[in-house]
């Protein structure tokens, strides 16, 4: 199994409310990440998890908040949002040992009204 | 830090024809270096990678890049481009000493025209 499934597909959501994005993967990664795009653009790293632990943030809002419940699960919690937060969020996963390459998800298409 | 500039935001071309696709990046340190493809409406997914070795790497559909370190690029070629070549394509690099973060270029539009 060499995929990275994300769900929803689409979300929609309004400024007040709270939803989250969820991200799977059984290849025996230990490191996951969340990416942000925007239209036209490349992908922006938000946050990495290194075994389970937060490696890397980049200054992303608080209103965004990662969680790694396991070794397979990546969620992304979503609070407060705002109409700019509106974008493509991918999952990724790849070997800790090697950081050869990323395996992405098809992503989540938030809108925030 | 690392960077990478795609020369080209947008590449048409007609099917059949060649195609480059040119990257350069800049990097203190020693870096891995990929090509990442994204069809509409999905995630990125790899298309080919140097990591050391022959400079020559080659996916399986066709697509080659050559690593020039004097010239620190990695341009992306195609002798007959398909229709089905249409997407975004997102030169990156990593480094080496490990960490997390892969940098990606801006990305190059490939419109293949019939």
């Known amino acids: 199994d060499t995929e990275v499934t994300q769900t929803p597909k689409h979300l929609v959501m309004g400024m007040t409310n709270k939803k989250s994005l969820k991200c799977e993967q059984h290849?025996?990664?230990?490191?996951m990440y969340w990416y942000k795009q925007k239209a036209k653009k490349p992908p922006e790293l938000m946050f990495v998890y290194s075994y389970e632990k937060l490696s890397i943030n980049e200054s992303v809002p608080s209103r965004f908040s990662p969680e790694c419940p396991n070794s397979s699960l990546l969620n992304l919690h979503l609070h407060a949002l705002q109409p700019e937060d509106s974008a493509l969020y991918l999952c990724?996963?790849?070997?800790?040992?090697?950081?050869?390459?990323?395996?992405f998800g098809s992503g989540t298409q938030l809108s925030v009204l | 830090a690392q960077s990478v500039t795609q020369l080209d935001s947008q590449v048409p071309v007609f099917e059949e024809a060649p195609v480059e696709l040119r990257c350069n990046y800049s990097s203190s340190v020693s870096v891995y270096l990929f090509w990442y493809v994204q069809y509409p409406n999905q995630g990125l997914q790899l298309l080919l990678k140097?990591?050391?070795?022959?400079?020559l790497v080659e996916s399986i559909n066709g697509f080659e890049a050559e690593f020039n370190k004097s010239q620190t690029s990695f341009h992306l070629r195609k002798p007959s481009v398909h229709i089905s070549d249409t997407a975004e394509y997102f030169c990156a690099v990593s480094t080496r000493r490990g960490g997390f973060k892969t940098i990606f270029g801006a990305g190059t539009r490939l419109f293949v025209k019939a």
């Open positions: 990724a996963s790849s070997s800790v040992a090697t950081n050869e390459k990323l395996f």
């Open positions: 140097y990591l050391s070795g022959s400079t």
């Open positions: 290849m025996g990664h230990r490191a």
